[in-house]
């Protein structure tokens, strides 16, 4: 039967192709340029890469899994200890295999053959609420790889598209020396009730975007009896199509940094330059600094190691547990006041390596979201300096703090191209 692409439509000195949705698809997919199945696609392992190949038949899964199997498998030679619970090859190979029969000429789900890992407190046998979280991914095409120690790891390393992971007192802006990573950590509740909520890391915020949403699908904020209703009327907010390099935004600062150079006696002067570079950063980007208090965060954090305190204690009493039920909750009003004004807050304290990592229990503590960025080298001057960026956001508005994440990585990306292009070949 012939196609209905040959049939030729011409109106008022225009003409064009007549044909079916069928007929187009798998005229593009004869037209493809990608790589060959060994090449940087699969290496690259980036959801954005994967997807534009498995629709163009250039990978299948199998193909995917194979390579993940083998780069794992020459990784544990020399780090042993990163998985602790690993499907075996065959079992992988079954996964894809099953994924591809089930979609052949079908519409491809989100997450189509993207290998993924979870920490190894999650999982299949973890709490029924991160259960579905995973079940949720593995619905949305997505192959589950294994359970490991070091999650975060897995991704650094291209071992895995992304991973799931409890969020815990201090997060690590790098991992063995490697780095690229974005780790999203969306309000507490808003994809599990439990108190250890999940956190996703993956290589670019397009990726933790895309994630988000699938994962968001299992979400509780529906539920106004889980926070109070004028969080959840907060969600439903104005948004400037423009984005915000040109519509602009604005992001606090701690009042003892307002400096844009960063200077203060209170800190070191390479996290005085890192948290100079990364306020120059946000302003490139159409961000506006505002002051904000501090010490509703620095309350907060201390309010947190406290209650870890109590877990080791004997006996506490209903009088202390309220009694910082309460305390928690009139912190929590005032941060909300906080992003009733701004869009984001820049965490100081994580604004460089050297610093010992993100506290994520402002987020637990203040139901709040965040993100933390790897912008990679910066050279200015013969200097050499590596930011990692992480901001706060209102509850529920995960949105705005991955539109500005967006716009920051793209920025870092376009430095890194023209240093770069300025390099001798």
Known sequence: MTSANNTICAYDGLFGYVGTSADLIRLSEAQTT???????????LSILALSQAYHTHTVTPMDT??????????????????????????????????????????????LYGIPF???????????????????????AGAIFVGSSS???????????????????????HVVDGQNGIVTLHPTPGTLTPDTNSLSIVAQCVEDARKIWLITDQTSNKDDVSLRPQATVN????????????????SFGVPKTWTDASGQSSTVDSGVSKSLGQAIAQLQAVGGQSLDVDWDVFEQ???????????????????????????????????????????????????????????????IDMLDLCGITIDL??????????????????????????????????GEAQGRAQVVTQGLPS
């Open 234 to 249: 907060s969600w439903v907010w104005h948004v400037d199509f423009r984005g915000p390099r040109v519509g602009g935004f």
């Open 150 to 172: 070091e999650s975060r790891l897995a991704v650094a390393a291209r071992l895995v598209s992304f991973s799931l992971e409890t969020s815990t007192s201090r997060i690590p």
């Open 300 to 362: 907060a954090k201390q309010l947190s190691q406290y209650l870890l305190s109590l877990d080791s204690a004997e006996s506490v009493s209903m009088k202390d547990v309220l009694s910082l039920q309460a305390e928690q909750k009139l912190l929590t009003r005032k941060a909300a006041k906080i992003f009733e004004k701004i869009d984001v807050v820049l965490d100081a304290a994580c604004v460089s390596r050297s610093s010992k990592g993100f506290d994520s229990s402002l």
């Open 65 to 110: 899994a194979r390579i993940v199997a083998e780069s794992i498998s020459r990784y544990r030679s020399q780090n042993p200890d990163v998985w602790t619970d690993l499907r075996n090859p065959e079992l992988l190979l079954d996964a894809a295999k099953t994924l591809h029969e089930k979609f052949a000429g079908e519409p491809l789900p989100p």
């Open 117 to 139: 890992a979870t920490s190894s407190h999650i999982g299949f046998e973890s709490t029924r609420s991160h259960d579905e979280v995973v079940e949720a991914l593995i619905d």
């Open 376 to 409: 990679g080298p910066t050279h200015k001057q013969h200097e050499h300096t590596d930011t990692v960026i992480t901001l706060l956001g209102g509850s529920g508005r995960e949105g705005r703090l991955l539109d500005i994440a967006r716009e920051l990585e």
């Open 34 to 44: 990608l790589t060959s199945v060994n090449g940087s696609v699969v290496k690259d």
